[in-house]
């Protein structure tokens, strides 16, 4: 059998940039060579496309992108037989890249376009999931453009601390890692935060204050989805900010697997899942996030995360890893994943 060009793309003009590449080299070295060829397609922070034939490791330090050569995108369908694209954030985990893949007939690991989309938008997720009687905190939409002008951000301000109160989380809607996300501990920080979240999208997302454990879980699959055993992240920060997940100086934050949790709440979180999932037509993978209120014990499904973190310390891996599964096993059945999506979809019908 001839061995799947598998065209690893990484990168991309997001603020996860580094992520990406952390991640798609952890990918890369689990790719079974024996039964796959790995062809690296890296993507610059201007949104340049390159392809890359040298070592995974330079993927992770950033040097690919001095040996790599420029390709134009148009070139794709000649290069690979199947596409992963291991990219966080705008651009790569939001349905566009997936409906580029779609336009030029490449079969793709993870989830589609409606997923893709839904799962990153973080306040149209929240409705999707209130409209399924899922439990969500509770949130509500702050215009980012009108933010920007005269008194628009002390006006959003205003109207958030009367709905929601304080403390509050502060977000763009459109990003991850914790890009652009604060905790407004007063009407002043409310103010930036409203700010500082516009600089990164045009939507943001004002929720509730949840004092919380964060549960974390991975799905795989299409229909019948399978779901890992659950996992407890401990922040080593107030909140699980950008350097509490990335910074290796800072005293990391712990893993736990599995979670310390009663069995009613890990099939409690189990159920959320797989019914969030299926509600945004879920296909391939995610890892879908959770908060347990400390003080009611109440369960809230956060957000999903349509391409998690693949590093070496990431919680998707790991939680697999806890099931006996180990990435080369994972990353195998993603592809057999986005080939039976794929054919799916290609049997349909197309006349009237
Ligand atoms: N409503 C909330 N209540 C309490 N903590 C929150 C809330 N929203 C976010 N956080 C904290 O901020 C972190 C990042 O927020 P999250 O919505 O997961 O964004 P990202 O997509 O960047 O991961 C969470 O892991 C959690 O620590
Ligand atoms: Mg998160």
Redesign the pocket.
Known sequence: MCRKRVGVIFGGRSAEHEISLKSAATVAEALNSDKFVPVYIGITKKGVWKNFSGDAKQIESGEWERYAEETAINDLKSQIDFALPILHGPYGEDGCIQGMLELMGIPYGGCGVLASAAAMD?QLFKEVLRYRGLPV?RSLLVDGQSADDGDGAADAAEMIEEELGLPC?I?PAN?????G?T?AQDRKTLEDAIKKAALYDRRIIA??????R?LEIAVLGGKNAEVSTVGE?I?SKD???YTAKYSEQESPSRLVIPADISEEDRKEIRRIALEAYRAIDGYGFCRA?F?KDRKTGKIYI??I?TIPGFTAGSMFPLLWEAGGRGLPEIIERIIDLGYERYYAENNRQTEI
């Open positions: 973080k905190c989380f977000k990003m991850g890692s914790s890009v996300i905790k929720e509730e204050f949840v004092p919380c964060e992240i922040p909140f699980y900010d996030d908060f956060n957000e995360n």
